[in-house]
């Protein structure tokens, strides 16, 4: 009975009871923290190209040279953002539908190449189309 009491009282592996207890939440905020930023850079980047893409068709007269301007904006320079694949984007553009007075720039990317979605099984993740748009009010003389 002495060596039980004796064992009762022993704190040795106290530390490594905690570690195998918050290994896994610690991995989950880690990856997550990861993942999310990887996540966010791709939505960044995107948003970012739809804003430039839409402030290029500014310098169009009509909405035929706003496309042409927006198309070509996009097909040179989709790659040079940050995560983003040119071949794996979708684009919709021209003047907004009921609003003549403006122009809409939509981009949706699918994001299932990010290196995110088997990162850890139990990480709840966003959707992998990321879905941005960007308008501008066309200007007058």
């Known amino acids: 009975m002495r060596r039980l009491a004796g064992w009762v ?36 980047s995107l948003q970012q190209l739809a804003a430039d893409a839409a402030r290029t068709a500014i310098a169009g007269l ?17 790659d040079s953002y940050a995560l983003i694949d040119a071949d794996r984007l979708s684009v919709t553009i021209g003047d907004k539908p009921g609003d003549p007075d403006h122009y809409r720039v939509v981009l949706e990317y699918d994001a299932g190449d990010l290196p ?10 966003p959707s992998q189309q990321i879905i941005y748009s960007s308008t501008i009010r066309r200007g007058r003389i």
């Open 9 to 44: 009282r022993d704190d040795s592996g106290t530390s490594a009871v905690e570690f195998a207890i918050l290994t896994p939440v610690f991995l989950l905020l880690l990856t997550g923290m990861l993942a999310y930023g990887v996540y966010f850079g791709a939505a960044h």
């Open 62 to 78: 009509d909405e035929s040279e706003r496309n042409a301007l927006v198309g070509d904006f996009l097909a040179a320079n989709a």
């Open 116 to 125: 995110i979605w088997d990162l850890y099984p139990p990480l709840p993740l």
